[in-house]
């Protein structure tokens, strides 16, 4: 029988099943504990988390020898892993890529800042073991490895992906078809585009797919949840068995709430995008260490995504951050010359009939916008809105462009990388979800439209 490599293993790796961990002290005496990470870093070595495991500790400082049991969570087969303990590692590349992992959990379940990883304890991996009779019916055979086919169709996806990158004609064209082709070739089917707001620094959606209604405008704070998180750190994260890392981090909070003042612990983050979601792979979206977004994909399957996956996606994530970046760059400066639009002579709002009334509130402390008492938008695309109607209502005025808009300062604008095309394209879809009547229609570059087919009051509060 061929000996089992640790390569194998990958599925074990993942974090779907908790591991097991088993230490000594001196005199022999065992302790048994559950860990949340088992990390793979060679073919002979992994790494395990060390969170609140005192008494692990001490034992390995007494005896570095140590055993592992693992399972596969498709199978369930188990495999044993004698260990000799080689050293702690509180920082660099090894201790970021576990931290990271735990940073998003912890955010999640409230715990950010108590539930975090200490060390990451790296051994020595002495013999893999299969454990016979573990199962009452013998397990599938371990999975090959990737074939050079298989590579092959991935670079070809990248090829299709790319090519409709470089095709796009403006960012909500581009962001568009990436999701489109991520879907059809690779089947992510639960895939969003999330890209920074500078006067908030916060993170909105501004594309998605898979969603039902698109959750265009879902928020997150940098530094929250697995998004957040990513955009703080920029680095990327693969979460697998993502029920069993929050069951663990909540059963950790139970018990600190239970012993301690909760003054510590903070509220639950809800993920913006699938309730049940199993896997995320999130890549941040950079270009010259400027955070400019960050692309997410979820599955419902715990074993959703791998190592392959990472890698691909966070090219994609480059190719992305580029277009991106392309966009914003070819839209009219503020300073440019600007082609004057036709003089009409100005004209009163068209009178509509009245069953097709819309009433939009705008309040003035957060430049929130609700239509018909529902949430519509708010922000600087609150305020783009109510500029424009405000505009139409008084003067019948249709006709925009985006360089007058970078030059009203009322508007609150960022001088530099001012992202005036994803908020409108933000505002726009908004739009055609909470208040079809009113839309934004391109009319060229950098020119849009305002389209109204209902009867408008608009109130200020």
């Not at 639950?268 to 955070?291: T, Y």
């Not at 960050?294 to 992305?320: C, D, K, P």
């Not at 300062?409 to 908004?430: T, Y």
């Amino acid at each position: 029988m061929n000996p089992i490599l640790l390569a194998d293993l990958f599925r074990c790796f993942q974090g779907v099943v908790p591991s097991i961990l088993a230490t000594s002290d001196g005199r022999g005496v065992p302790n048994i504990t559950y860990v949340s990470q088992v990390y793979f870093v060679d073919e002979r070595h992994v790494a395990l988390s060390c969170q609140f495991f005192n008494k692990t500790r001490r034992n390995l400082d007494a005896n570095p020898n140590a055993a592992a049991e693992v399972y596969d969570p498709v199978s369930m087969q188990a495999y044993r892993l004698k260990l000799r303990f080689l050293r702690s590692e509180k920082q660099g590349s090894l201790f970021d890529a576990m931290d990271l992992r735990i940073q998003a959990i912890a955010s999640m379940t409230g715990m950010a800042g108590v539930f975090k990883l200490l060390a990451a304890d790296v051994f020595e991996v002495l013999k893999v073991e299969r454990v016979d009779g573990f199962l009452t019916t013998p397990a599938e055979p371990l999975p090959d490895r990737f074939s050079l086919e298989g590579l092959r169709s991935e670079l070809r996806g990248l090829q299709w992906v790319s090519e409709r990158i470089n095709s796009a004609e403006d960012l909500e064209s581009l962001l568009d078809r990436v999701l489109e082709a991520l879907d059809t070739y690779f089947n992510f089917s639960h895939a969003m585009v999330l890209l920074v707001d500078e006067t908030t620094q916060r993170l909105v959606t501004i594309a998605s797919r898979g969603y039902g209604e698109s959750g265009v405008g879902a928020e997150v704070q940098i530094g929250e949840g697995p998004i957040g998180t990513v955009a703080r750190e920029r680095r990327v994260l693969r979460l697998t068995g993502l029920h069993e890392g929050l069951r663990y981090g909540r059963a950790v909070r139970r018990e600190l709430v239970s012993h301690e003042s909760a003054a510590s612990v903070t509220p639950e983050i809800p993920l913006p995008g699938l309730p049940d979601a199993q896997s995320m792979l999130i890549i941040p979206l950079s270009m010259n260490k400027r955070l400019i977004g960050v692309l997410a994909v979820e599955s419902r399957e715990a074993m959703g995504f791998g190592e392959w996956h990472e890698a691909y996606l966070e090219v994609v994530g480059n190719q992305i951050a580029l277009g991106i970046d392309r966009m914003v760059e070819r839209e009219p400066a503020a300073d440019a010359p600007d082609v004057p639009l036709p003089v009409a002579a100005p004209a009163p709002p068209p009178v509509v009939a009245a069953k097709n009334k819309r009433t939009l509130v705008y309040y003035r402390n957060d430049d929130c916008v609700f239509v018909d008492g529902d949430y519509l938008i708010r922000n600087v695309p609150g305020r783009i809105l109510w500029k424009l109607l405000g505009e139409w209502q008084r003067d019948g005025r249709t006709e925009f462009t985006n360089r007058e808009l970078r030059l009203d300062e009322a508007l609150g604008l960022p001088a530099i990388k001012d992202n005036l095309e994803s908020r409108l394209i933000l505002l726009r879809k908004r739009l055609e979800e909470k208040c079809p009547d009113l839309r934004l229609v391109s009319t060229g570059r950098g020119r849009f439209a305002l389209q109204v087919a209902a009867a408008v009051e608009m109130v200020e509060k």
